[in-house]
């Protein structure tokens, strides 16, 4: 049967959409994988640097620091923002928005100004450890900050928003038909929580745990800031490459920090298959019912995780606009005087607003598009399966082992064809040094959450319409546009925010791509907190904040009026 236009025009985006994967992930990673067995002149040396890497004593000290680390962390966040969660989700208390919104305030941040902050709180000269600088002696005492003790610290309000959001949704959709039941066979309340509550959301403390993980297993701003002289595998890739310029050690490094990612992907997705509809059109929503002694109880636990929450910002907000932490603090903008640093202020904000928005716009395109060729049809090709299982791997990717790849790839002006003496030009040596393998860095680490947002929200809008679009000779492009946009603006809307707000706070990547001309805000905290300016460190950390919070707020103007619009038509169509 002959193929329309329009199947050709899908056809051939396929094919560009798969090739680009194959181009941005296959290859790099490859590269860097091949790169592991050679030595720095780029001969081949087998297994050379893995024997001397866990030969090494230094190295297995790292690894096993940062398993160590990343398990205590992730243990520590899910019990914490499980609490809070329920919180949200299972009591009457009032204020649920405010504390939602407080809670996900770390995510507008890099890592790296938590670490500050904590300098701040309870460094060796810190508020906390003085005992509010010698006002309240009586109130000081020492967390031995700088180690791992900091270090769980900072990740745990690093990760804390994502598990937060995890079981927040696995417990709004809970069916209390369940808890009904239970109560008609005089169930007590512990007992309905570790029969019906704990298991309808199993899955979710899985899925927390193993993003909480990842997460943490591959964070290099907190162990940079508060690490001291505890190592982990992080610092111990940026050591390598930048510092060192091993580049064969940093990549060997780099796939071991990949391992265990790679491992707890394939775990997740195989507890993902497993997972059941615990929610359907017959379900009913749960309804909390009044209780004082538990709500009181919550409201001092969510005051208490707020207020710690709050004052990392306020310490950090109070440091970049003191004269000179801890000995002046009265007000000052010297810390956000940069003249002197690389170009300054502007030409970070501009390189860093300039550099969120093409990820936001290219990394919003492509997902939804991708998403939207393998979703509205009605058998999936081998190309589309490849599609989907391509745009998933990027979960299992650490930022650095990206940026280190991306070295690898774009860096080389030729590739060599194994077993002859030929070689062929390296097509996209071109964008080596320039903003657009930032971007290209961008779209890849955050493209799976992307995509799944995409898909899921395709999934919700019925095949009817492109049927009928179909039958009725409608171009499939006309539909899209006009129909499935639309309908999924909020989506779009959602993805973009997340591409922007993420190429603003990541420092993993693209600590390794930038360029003094392309110097970033997230980039620069991190040199200005090795330079020993942490005050000008938190002072661009206060600029990224405050950027994000702006987007958020027209973000959410945006998402009101869109809403609006859609209710006016709603109630203009009742009337006809």
């Known amino acids: 049967m002959e193929k329309t236009r329009d199947e050709q025009i899908k056809e051939i985006l396929n094919l560009f959409i798969l090739a680009f994967l194959i181009v941005i992930i296959i290859f790099p990673i490859g590269i860097l994988i091949g790169k592991a067995f050679q030595n720095n002149s780029g001969e081949y040396i087998g297994f050379k640097n893995f024997y001397d890497y866990f030969t ?3 190295m297995i000290v790292s690894l096993k620091n940062t398993l160590f680390i990343s398990t205590v962390s992730s243990v520590i966040s899910i019990i914490l923002a499980f609490l809070f969660a329920y919180g949200i989700q299972r009591t009457t208390i009032k204020f649920k928005g405010i504390f939602k919104y407080i809670g996900m305030l770390p995510l507008f941040a890099p890592t790296m ?5 904590l300098v701040y709180m309870f460094g060796r000269k810190g508020a906390v450890t003085t005992g509010f600088f010698d006002k309240l002696p009586s109130l000081a005492f020492d967390i031995n900050l700088y180690g791992p ?13 994502q598990v937060f959001l995890i079981l927040n949704i696995a417990l709004s959709v809970t069916d209390y038909r369940l ?4 109560d008609m066979l005089g169930t007590n309340s512990v007992r309905k929580f570790f029969t019906i509550t704990l298991p309808n959301i199993k899955y979710g403390f899985i899925s927390s745990f193993i993003i909480a993980f990842i997460l943490t297993f591959t964070d290099f701003g907190a162990p940079k800031v508060v690490g001291g002289n505890y190592s982990v595998l992080a610092t111990d890739v940026y050591i390598k490459v930048v510092g060192q310029n091993n580049m064969a050690m940093g990549a060997v490094v780099s796939i071991i920090l990949l391992i265990p990612s790679v491992a707890a992907f394939i775990i997740d997705q195989k507890v993902q298959k497993k997972q059941s509809v615990v929610f359907n059109a017959k379900s009913k929503a749960y309804t909390p019912k009044p209780d004082k002694i538990r709500d009181t109880f919550y409201y001092i636990y969510m005051i208490l995780i707020c207020i710690f929450i709050i004052s990392v910002f306020v310490t950090i907000f109070v440091s970049a606009f003191s004269k000179l932490w801890p000995y002046d603090l009265s007000f000052s903008l010297k810390n956000f005087k940069f003249y002197d640093y690389n170009g300054g202020l ?3 904000f501009k390189n860093s607003i300039i550099l969120a928005l093409l990820s936001g716009i290219i990394g919003t395109a492509l997902t939804f598009m991708s998403a939207y060729l393998v ?5 999936k090709t081998i190309i589309d399966k490849m599609i989907y299982f391509l745009s998933i791997i990027p979960l299992a990717l650490p930022g650095m082992v990206i940026g280190i790849s991306f070295i690898f790839f774009f860096n080389k002006t030729s590739f060599g064809i194994p077993f002859t003496n030929f070689s062929v030009a390296n097509p996209f040596h071109f964008l080596y040094k320039t903003i657009w393998i930032m971007v290209l860095a961008n779209v890849i680490h955050f493209y799976s959450i992307s995509f799944l947002t995409a898909n ?3 999934k919700k809008l019925d095949k009817e319409f492109e049927r009928v679009s179909l039958s009725m000779g409608i171009p499939w492009y006309k539909t899209f546009a006009h129909v499935t946009l639309p309908m999924c603006i909020d989506a779009v809307l959602e993805i973009f925010f997340y591409y922007f707000v993420n190429s603003m706070v990541t420092i993993s990547a693209l600590v390794f791509l930038y360029t003094s001309n392309l110097n970033l805000l997230a980039v620069a905290v991190v040199n200005l907190d090795d330079a020993g300016e942490i005050g000008k460190a938190s002072a661009m950390s206060v600029v990224i904040l405050l950027t994000n919070v702006i987007i958020k707020i027209i ?9 609006e619009r859609k209710l006016k038509r709603k109630n203009q169509g009742e009337e006809k």
């Open 113 to 117: 100004m938590h670490g500050i902050a």
């Open 555 to 563: 973000y959410q103007i945006i998402l009101k009026i869109l809403k």
């Open 56 to 58: 090494n004593k230094n």
């Open 375 to 379: 979703e509205k049809k009605e058998k």
């Open 149 to 161: 003790v900091g270090i769980i610290i900072a990740e745990v309000l690093f990760i804390f928003p």
């Open 456 to 458: 899921t929200a395709l």
């Open 346 to 348: 502007s030409l970070f």
């Open 179 to 182: 808890y009904e039941a239970a």
